[in-house]
């Protein structure tokens, strides 16, 4: 059961984070922390051409949390606005056990459904991706 | 050395304990969280049955066999923790939900009386949020100011500086992630001297050691029963008659009036005046059934042997070289918990491990999360001992972190990684 959790995935991107530290210039930041485990989370991107052109997270956190940003990191670049709130709502249906993604286009981020054995870490998977989600939507906000 | 408690002595204490009886994730059960709720001998979950089973009735009301006996249980379990404490009387041992209530009833009913603008409460980096948000909530009121006494680096607590404007000392008599047992008597001195009082948050320190709140000159003294084998929603507040006789009333209601008229309504005795509505029965009788049971087997040898566990728990995570212990080192100055981290292993990532070798350990900020903050850590892991507590269940934990390291093995340091 620990390996479902602890998946080679997970591991590696938790080892080698993918785009860890921040992106500057950026076009949006957001923070978020999970204030029961301590962890916290930023997010920063940069748009070009109405597209993320590279997506960072800095902070720090359980395995889960800091493999699920570097996975979210890989999973959102080169997406635009609109096809990386559809894939990250996807996600966060996938983290509730809604919706299971059978498709190739969750790759990596296909790993953390073994998170779903674990209720009390599911927070953890989904802090990165929410705080995401939380920067996209202060970006629209401000283009109002 | 000889352990205070043998083998056999050790097994009949767990055979008290049916939870303990069990597998989980398929490896027999090593219960490590118990500075969390400690677990319920057979006795005290029998006499939650028993009240409900042979006498359920309201207490201080009926005028019939079964209320009277549920006033009699209730007002013995009184007479039995008041003993349990060396309390000046019976009169001075509230019942309440627990530690938090507790405090949260000295804070509404003794602060709001006595404190103004500029008065200091002094307190602790130490604490637990149910020993800072309620003097928080209060200084917002009545313009009063936290101070705090400083730790030594070994997590001791430094001298405090008690002012002029100080009124209160909060203070933990033993801290939940240190461990730190903390000088009462001395500091309780040091403020009596300057005309302020001491509330003492004794939640983790009364289940693992002989607790007399007159020789450590608590004014207050505040508890949880959960901790200390109880039911959950069981606990005291311990208060010198003098202080408690001169404070308004917490809760308004039933029982804690003398009489209500028209337009107003005067107040009942001590305790009672401070057990508005019906309280938590049989919670309060299984509390002092708790008690007794604690009684029978003796605070001073439980605390030899939670001391002689967490000195070795200490030896054997030295071992394991990227193990940070945080608190005093000596078993002498600390409870029986032991709060560290392993390598840059996350805490939450060591528990689910841990719980996946059948051991229960807590992982987080434990309801400390200035302590956390003052000493730049995230989170850290906590294993926390209790009376029926053994050395194999250490050597469990032992083994559950090397395989953790397993797991992690070649993970790269924070700092490696750009924070």
Known sequence: MLDDLYQQIILDHYRRPRNKGKSDPHDFVAKENNPLCGDEIEVTARLKDGKIEEIKFAGHGCAISQASASIMTTKLTGKTLADAETFITSFLKMMRGEHLFGGKELGDAKALEGVLKFPVRVKCATLAWHTAQEGITSLKDGAK | MVPVLDAVELEEIRDDFPVLHQQVHGKPLVYLDNAATSQKPRAVIEALND?????????????????????????????????????????????????????????????????????????????????????????AETGAVIKRIELNPDGTLATPVISPRTKLVAITHCSNVLGTINPIRQVADAAHKAGAIVLVDGAQSIPHMAIDVQALGADFFAFSGHKMCGPTASGILYGKERLLDAMPPFLGGGEMIREVNGTGFTTNDLPYKFEAGTPNIAEAIGLGVAVEYLDRIGMDKIRQHEKELTQYATDRLRELVEIQIYGPLDAEKRGGLVAFTFGDIHPHDLATIADQHGVAIRAGHHCAMPLHKHLNLGATARASFALYNTRQEVDALIRALKEAKKVFGACPTARQMGY
């Open chain 2, 51 to 139: 009240y409900y089973q042979r006498y359920n009735a309201n207490v201080h009301r009926g005028i019939h066999a079964l209320a009277e006996r549920a006033t009699r249980e209730y007002e013995r379990a009184r007479e039995r923790i008041a003993r349990f404490i060396n309390a000046e009387s019976i009169r001075s041992v509230i019942f309440t939900r627990g530690t938090t209530e507790a405090i949260n009833l000295v804070a509404y009913s003794w602060g709001r009386a006595n404190l103004k603008k500029g008065d200091e409460i002094l307190t602790t980096w130490m604490e637990h949020h149910s020993n800072i948000v309620p003097w928080y909530q209060l200084c």
